[in-house]
């Protein structure tokens, strides 16, 4: 079974521009997640999507971060314009969706401002 | 938040030896608790989960402790060999909210 993929695995930017990933979750995976990890300390939740459908985003940085799933698949995640403090990894998680709660990481995008 | 910055507390063991990785959490209302293994530039690994109805869990070479009342969990892992090198982070989650905090992480340094 193929796990979740996330592109591009790194990206350097400047701050002020833009800057999108995109992630594939595990094939079945109703519940997909965004997560960011600044180096040192563990993943936050950024938004979580129940198929197509926004079910958490009280931590997303609505002011310059968006998200996406459409046909409940894929999903992408932009920031713009980016700052020096969005420096992380993006790591992206999908769950099945039938009370089992155990979620499955992909391998991130590292993430540069500058 | 529970953030240590780049000084994550460490554990330094011998292969072969048994590791204990501790972990507090905050939330007395959550029931779902999970352990995560990141190795450098890789996304966090399933470990091993447990439930709140549960205060052990056994998988291949690790065992997950839970103690609701003061609310420790703990991952042991038996005969830690090199490979074992990474962080461990341990996660908790509430019914209904499935989105997981994690806890600020512990690296684990085997010693050959």
Redesign the interface.
Request: proline share 4%.
């Given at each position: 079974e193929a796990g979740?993929a996330q592109s591009p695995r790194y990206k350097i930017i400047e701050k002020r521009q833009s800057v999108a990933f995109w992630c594939n979750p595990i094939s079945g995976h109703a519940?997909l997640?965004w997560y960011q990890q600044?180096?040192?300390?563990?993943?936050?939740?950024l938004i979580?999507f129940q198929n197509n459908g926004v079910?958490?985003d009280s931590q997303l940085p609505k002011d310059r971060f968006s998200a996406e799933r459409l046909k409940g698949v894929d999903s992408t995640l932009k920031i713009q314009p980016a700052k020096l403090e969005d420096s992380a990894v993006y790591?992206c998680?999908s769950?099945l969706d039938n009370g089992f709660?155990?979620?499955?990481?992909?391998?991130?995008t590292?993430l540069l401002v500058l | 938040g529970?953030?240590?910055?780049?000084?994550?507390p460490t554990l330094s063991v011998q292969e072969g030896d048994n590791s204990i990785i501790n972990c507090a959490y905050s939330n007395s209302a959550s029931d779902?608790f999970?352990w995560?293994k990141q190795e450098s530039?890789?996304?966090?690994?399933?470990i091993i989960?447990i439930r709140s109805n549960m205060d052990k869990r056994q998988g291949q070479r690790v065992t997950v402790l839970l103690n609701k009342t003061v609310k420790h969990l703990s991952l042991q892992i038996a005969a830690t060999q090199p490979g074992d090198s990474a962080v461990y982070?341990c996660?908790e989650?509430k019914t209904g909210?499935?989105?997981?905090?994690?806890?600020?992480?512990t690296r684990l340094q085997v010693q050959p």
């Amino acid at each position: 079974e193929a796990g979740v993929a996330q592109s591009p695995r790194y990206k350097i930017i400047e701050k002020r521009q833009s800057v999108a990933f995109w992630c594939n979750p595990i094939s079945g995976h109703a519940t997909l997640y965004w997560y960011q990890q600044i180096l040192g300390q563990g993943p936050k939740l950024l938004i979580q999507f129940q198929n197509n459908g926004v079910v958490d985003d009280s931590q997303l940085p609505k002011d310059r971060f968006s998200a996406e799933r459409l046909k409940g698949v894929d999903s992408t995640l932009k920031i713009q314009p980016a700052k020096l403090e969005d420096s992380a990894v993006y790591l992206c998680a999908s769950s099945l969706d039938n009370g089992f709660q155990t979620q499955y990481f992909g391998p991130g995008t590292r993430l540069l401002v500058l | 938040g529970e953030s240590v910055g780049l000084h994550l507390p460490t554990l330094s063991v011998q292969e072969g030896d048994n590791s204990i990785i501790n972990c507090a959490y905050s939330n007395s209302a959550s029931d779902y608790f999970i352990w995560y293994k990141q190795e450098s530039g890789k996304g966090p690994q399933f470990i091993i989960d447990i439930r709140s109805n549960m205060d052990k869990r056994q998988g291949q070479r690790v065992t997950v402790l839970l103690n609701k009342t003061v609310k420790h969990l703990s991952l042991q892992i038996a005969a830690t060999q090199p490979g074992d090198s990474a962080v461990y982070f341990c996660a908790e989650s509430k019914t209904g909210r499935r989105a997981l905090t994690f806890g600020s992480g512990t690296r684990l340094q085997v010693q050959p």
